[in-house]
Every structure is written in structure tokens, then in C-alpha cells.
């Protein structure tokens, strides 16, 4: 870039240039900027001499620009708004953004956020696309190599230049069908749920599910000596509920928020047994690298992805 000769240019000239270009008066222009007349003529002078061209003849009382102006007059409507954004930091309008913003996010989450989010969106950001998937190869991976903007996870140990912030804290029960052997009961104990098989909703954000991998429930159970017997692993959530509905399968869960509510009434929760130590507390976060900590719109989504989470509770197998 050749600072020197960008030096000799006054930028405020450009300002000038873009009245005249509009107005197509010296006159107009002038009051348009809150000069007199004869400070525009003298900026229309310097301008003729920067940019060694005469900018615009006259026809009758309006001003016809030249070829050159005419090239100008389709750069630089682009050029000052983009010195605008850069020193408007802090005056974010999302109403003006246009762009691609990629999340990963686990289906029991995306099925209840993403309509609500889509909401907004389409209200307050029209030119923003969602790319939504709930399969990675690496969450931390692709963050920090840009494929991805955002992630909604479990909380879990990330490298320092991964953000996390807090969305919510859930609390684990049993779910199982309407007409299952132990609805009727009002309390569950660990000897009665092992009875039965179970589906395991894996929740993580990955492209391939294993029966291998172990749940926080499978853990307190190998603490006790005991296993529970499991029939379906899988990370299709509708799959998991209609399975749950239609078999006498169990399912180690949470309770789920607005959205889903409407289509559980086949579905019956109780406590988790006491007899199982627990964690009492599960953690769902937002994830984001560093790199985009500072970017308006990055700001301006993290707020109203917080916000809508925080209204709802939702599914988490543990």
C-alpha cells in the first residue's frame, strides 16, 4: 500500500466528493455539510487537483460529472461505509449484517432453540443465515479453525483460547412410557429401573454413537458394581423419545422445556433413584474461540442465544 501518496490525501475531501456526486450541486452539496457556498467551490477545487481531473462540468444550473467521477460515484458509496463500520465499533446494528454464522448443537438443544432463534433473527438480523449441524469431527478443532462460529455443549475441559459461557444447570430423572410396569408408582428405586432395558441418548456433539461409551449414569453404576442393560444407543432424539413411547425401555433424563412439553404427554418422569449417588448438577455451556470474542454480530448472537436457553429447561442424558 502506497502510504505515501495516500498521506497528500485529505480523506475528508472524499466526504465532500460523495455530496457533490449526490447533489449534483455545489450549493446543495455545501448545505448538505453545513459550509458555506464558497468553502464547497474551494473543496471542489483541491478535489480537482488531488484527484487531477476536473470532476464535473456544468449544464445549466446542475453539475455533470466526469468519467472519472462516475467511477468514483460507483466505489465510493462502499468505501465510506466501510470507514464508517470500522470507527462506528460499540453502534452494532444487526439489521445491517449480512453473513453466514455456523453452530453446532446438539439435537435435544437445536429442536427447542433454533425455531425461537430463527425468530429473531428473521426480526432483528434479515440478512443472517443459521448453519445449524449437530455433527463434528471436533468441536475445539473447528472452532479454532473457523469452520465453526459457535458450539452448545456439556461442559468440558477446553484449551485456553475457547470461551465458555454458561446457558444452563440440569437435574436428572427417569423417563419411561404412559403404560409402563412402574408408572403407577410414585418413587423408583435403582433394583426396579435395572429390571429394565435402556435407550441412551448420546448427546455429545460427534459423528458416530458407541454402546462403549459411557454416560454419567453408567459411571455411578460401576461405582455400586452394578450395569444397566442397554438396548438402543443413538443420537437421533425423536428417535430416542418414540422409542421410549412405544417400548418398555427407560431413559436417564431431564426435563425438557416448552417446545417438546406439547409432544411428551406419553411420557412419564420420576425422581432419580436415591439409592445412586449422582451428579446433581449438569452444566450446558456456549463455546467460542477468542478470534470472534470481539465481533459485533458474534456479541450480539451469544446474547440472544443466552437469553433463550436461560428461558427454557431442556433433555440431557447423563
Known amino acids: 500500500m502506497n502510504l505515501q501518496k ?17 447533489e449534483k450541486s455545489v450549493t446543495r452539496a455545501a448545505a448538505r455539510l453545513f459550509i458555506s457556498q464558497p468553502a464547497m467551490s474551494r473543496v471542489l477545487q483541491r478535489l480537482r487537483y488531488q484527484l487531477d481531473d476536473p470532476l464535473f462540468t456544468r449544464t445549466g444550473n446542475e453539475l455533470v460529472p466526469t468519467p472519472k467521477a462516475r467511477d468514483l460515484q460507483q466505489r465510493l458509496p462502499r468505501l465510506l461505509d ?92 427417569i423417563w419411561m412410557r404412559e403404560g409402563h410396569p412402574l408408572a403407577h408408582k410414585e418413587t423408583v428405586t435403582l433394583t426396579e429401573i435395572l429390571e429394565y432395558p435402556f435407550i441412551q441418548y448420546y448427546l455429545l456433539i460427534s459423528k458416530r454413537v458407541s454402546a462403549r461409551t459411557d454416560a454419567r449414569f453408567d459411571r455411578a453404576l460401576r461405582e455400586l458394581g452394578l450395569k444397566r442393560k442397554k438396548t438402543l444407543v443413538t443420537n437421533q432424539l425423536m428417535t430416542a423419545m418414540e422409542t421410549v413411547c412405544d417400548t418398555d425401555c427407560l431413559m436417564v433424563a431431564a426435563k425438557y422445556g416448552v417446545t417438546m412439553e406439547r409432544e411428551m404427554h406419553r411420557i ?3 425422581r432419580y433413584p436415591a439409592d445412586i449417588p449422582h451428579e446433581g448438577k449438569i452444566k450446558l455451556v456456549l463455546l467460542q474461540h477468542q478470534r470472534t470474542s470481539g465481533s459485533p454480530i458474534h456479541q450480539w448472537l451469544s446474547e440472544k442465544i443466552v437469553g433463550l436457553i436461560q428461558e427454557r429447561e431442556t433433555i440431557i442424558d447423563v
Do not use: H
Request: negative net charge; without cysteine; charged residues 20%.
Open 268 to 270: 412419564i418422569r420420576k
Open 82 to 173: 466501510g470507514i464508517l463500520d470500522m470507527v462506528s465499533e460499540g453502534e452494532f446494528d444487526p439489521t445491517t449484517y449480512v453473513g453466514e454464522i455456523t453452530i453446532a448443537v446438539p439435537e435435544f438443544v437445536a429442536i427447542s432453540l433454533i425455531s425461537q432463534l430463527t425468530k429473531v433473527i428473521t426480526e432483528y438480523a434479515p440478512g443472517l443465515i443459521l448453519s445449524i449441524s449437530s455433527e463434528t469431527d471436533s468441536v475445539e478443532g473447528e472452532l479454532a479453525d473457523g469452520v465453526l462460529d459457535f458450539a452448545i455443549d456439556i461442559e468440558k475441559t477446553m484449551t485456553d483460547d475457547i470461551t465458555t459461557t454458561p446457558l444452563a444447570i440440569f437435574t436428572p430423572s
Open 6 to 22: 495516500l498521506s497528500r490525501l485529505d480523506l475528508n475531501l472524499l466526504v465532500s466528493l460523495q455530496a457533490l456526486l449526490e
